[in-house]
């Protein structure tokens, strides 16, 4: 969730009159497909999946909302976007879309059965990036990668609230030219936020109150640091422009982590983040080295789960 984005109103056109993308022709009879193809001129960047084995793509172009069925590969446009980015996205159990909103400073969510617009929230008024975000603690915590705050939606007996909370960030996780917090997700014990910064390559834990302490990761990096995903105590890191995804082991706490593998594929174009669905982690090329246009194309590719 990276890189700055500037619509044209030909890449948004040729977004929202995409219909649905073919089926991946590397998947074997009975496999589920290896790659899924996205709309030429999509721009993909967050991805989150279920219920079911269903995909759900957000276009950094204009904010649409491309759902894919990982069974065979083939997905068509599912919500039309406001013409502001989607990039963060995760799911909740009442199968609501929470969609990060970039450079709109905004996050909308989305009702999965029908891409309608449930809710939708301004989380800064001036020069923002609103980048990634997760559920935990009884509500959605979001990053903006150019401002030093998380907001907090509280999401209390599965309400969604008026308004979000801006929550100062302190501590260890300084701001510096360029992009900053980035992909978050719950520490092992749950009693905390794991937030990576792309510019330095440090991760660190985040309390509820916004204080930051930098995770030691013995002397590792996690430059380009973009989404995160945890699986008990190990946290998968994806490497945006060094198309690498990450594997370190953490302690309970999240206060320190050691890489216990990096892993990279031939198909990788500069993924932005991941989802897991069974055995598998599912990445969108973002292709952020490369110019977009209308005609662009785009895919998410399906790696066996480290």
Do not use: C
């Not at 800064?124 to 959605?140: E, R």
């Not at 014990?189 to 660190?204: A, K, P, W």
């Amino acid at each position: 969730m990276k890189v700055l984005v500037a619509v044209t109103a030909a890449l948004a056109l040729a977004v929202t009159t995409g219909g649905s993308a073919g089926a991946a022709t590397d998947g074997q009879a009975g496999r589920f497909p290896r790659s899924i193809p996205l709309p030429d001129g999509f721009r993909p960047e967050g991805i989150a999946i279920g219920p079911g084995p269903y995909a759900y793509i957000g276009s950094m172009a204009d904010g649409s909302i491309y759902r894919a069925d990982l069974r065979t590969g083939r997905g068509e446009i599912f919500s039309r976007g406001p013409g502001t980015p989607a990039l963060g996205m995760t799911l909740d159990s009442g199968g609501r879309l929470f969609v990060a909103g970039g450079t709109g400073g905004d996050l909308r969510v989305l009702d999965v059965r029908t891409g309608g617009t449930l809710a939708t929230y301004r989380l800064a008024s001036g020069p923002a990036f609103v980048n990634d975000l997760t559920i935990t603690h009884g509500a959605a915590w979001i990053t903006d990668s150019t401002n030093p705050v998380l907001y907090e939606l509280p999401l209390r007996g599965g309400r969604l609230p008026a308004a979000a909370r801006r929550i100062r960030l302190t501590g260890d996780l300084v701001y510096h030219k360029g992009f900053n917090a980035n992909g978050i997700t719950p520490t092992p014990d749950g009693r905390g936020l794991l937030v990576v910064q792309s510019n330095t390559g440090g991760l660190f834990r985040v309390s509820r109150s916004g204080r930051t302490r930098r995770v030691n990761l013995h002397g590792e990096s996690l430059k380009e640091g973009d989404g995160l995903l945890l699986r008990g105590r190990t946290l998968y890191a994806v490497q945006n422009r060094l198309n690498t995804v990450t594997v370190l082991r953490l302690n309970e706490t999240g206060t320190d982590g050691r890489v216990v593998r990096r892993v990279t594929d031939r198909r990788f174009d500069v993924p932005a983040t991941m989802a897991a669905f069974r055995d598998r982690l599912y990445l969108p090329n973002a292709r952020f080295d490369t110019t977009p246009t209308p005609t662009t194309p785009y895919t998410a590719v399906a790696i066996p789960r480290p």
